[in-house]
């Protein structure tokens, strides 16, 4: 579920609720704080800023589970997935791929599986 954030225009206060998009939708929270009613704040999630991605776990830096489990660095965002029997989808890139070229394969003609089914298909009807 979604995780919508208010902020305080005066201290600087974030507040979140985590709703479905329809009970946000139906029935906003709102909140209150110095300030008066904190207005909505949108910021990039953890994980997605791609920036200094690649050389850098900065991606992780406050990351937490839903069940608020810290995940905060690689390791533990592995060691947690491997606990829950969880995976993520780069753990498919090479099943994918090779389900790619089997498809490839089979489009152009050269699935050996069909040729056997003939084969056998000819046999049992006496051929």
């Known amino acids: 579920m979604p995780t919508y954030a208010f902020r305080c225009e005066g201290c600087g206060r974030i507040a ?3 709703r479905s998009i329809g009970d946000y939708v139906r029935n906003p929270p709102v909140f209150a704080c110095c300030a008066g009613t904190m207005p ?9 800023a791609l920036h200094n991605a690649i050389a850098s776990e900065r991606h992780y830096d406050g990351l ?6 810290p995940i905060d660095t690689r390791a533990k965002h592995r060691q947690y997935m491997k606990d829950r029997n969880l995976t993520t989808i780069d753990d498919f890139s090479s099943t994918w791929k090779k389900a790619a070229e089997q498809r490839a394969q089979r489009m152009e003609g050269a699935d050996t599986s069909r040729a056997l089914d003939v084969a056998d298909a000819v046999a049992r ?3």
């Open 16 to 18: 979140e609720a985590v």
């Open 40 to 48: 909505r704040y949108i910021s990039v999630a953890p994980g997605l």
């Open 64 to 69: 937490r589970a839903q069940d608020g489990t």
């Open 125 to 127: 009807l006496g051929g």
